[in-house]
């Protein structure tokens, strides 16, 4: 018996359409953050709490899709519709892709603002573990491997959003209707 609203072989249950668009949603919010708050000259108060909300946003956007992963693991996914062999292999391919950048993106933003010398305190009330010491040398690296893994995620979730928009309009195979709720 499913314990799930909503779910059945073909489509996603409600669980795991919530944390996939609170997922869209964070990242969304920690992206145009992230974009707003580098465009604003020297350190001003505003940009200090920006950077802040922007870590923060990151930190949770790594808890949920630990989540998110730990529920597609255990729940498993619908199977998928009538499609193309290369089709089939593309989407697990741009899955695991999403899944490994939604891990990397914020993990090596925690690791540039270690490499910086700023701990991550989680709202303000939490302090992060400290897992490395400032390190001048590699908070360059860190910062350029944090953008780069942003714009990689980024045009990933753009051929992500083509392709269930494809699939919707195009193909009419319902594949974007199994994650809407």
């Known amino acids: 018996m ?14 795991a359409i919530v944390l996939h668009w609170l997922v869209a949603a964070l990242i969304g919010a920690a992206f145009t953050l992230g974009v707003v ?13 920006y950077f802040s909300w922007h870590k ?13 992963l730990l529920w597609r693991l255990w729940r498993g996914v619908p199977p998928p519709v009538t499609m193309a062999r290369w089709q089939q292999r593309a989407s ?3 899955h695991a892709l999403l899944y490994g950048l939604m ?10 603002s270690l490499a910086a010398g700023v701990p991550v305190v ?3 009330i939490w302090p992060l573990p400290v ?10 690296v860190l910062k350029q491997l944090h953008i780069t893994l942003v714009y990689s995620m ?13 699939h919707h309009f195009i193909d009419r195979d319902g594949v974007l209707k199994r994650m809407l709720p």
Do not use: C, Q
Not at 103 to 112: I, K
């Open 122 to 124: 989680y709202f303000g």
């Open 2 to 15: 499913n314990n799930d609203v909503l779910e059945t072989p073909s489509r996603y249950g409600l669980t």
């Open 37 to 49: 708050m580098v465009d604003i000259p020297g350190l001003t108060p505003t940009k200090l709490r």
């Open 154 to 166: 980024l045009a990933v979730i753009i051929v992500h959003i083509l392709a269930a928009l494809k």
């Open 103 to 112: 891990f990397a993106v914020p993990l090596a933003g925690y690791f540039y």
């Open 56 to 68: 923060w946003l990151g930190v949770t956007v790594l808890a949920v899709v630990g989540l998110r």
């Open 131 to 140: 897992l490395m010491e400032a390190d001048p040398v590699l908070k360059p």
């Open 92 to 94: 697990a391919i741009g």
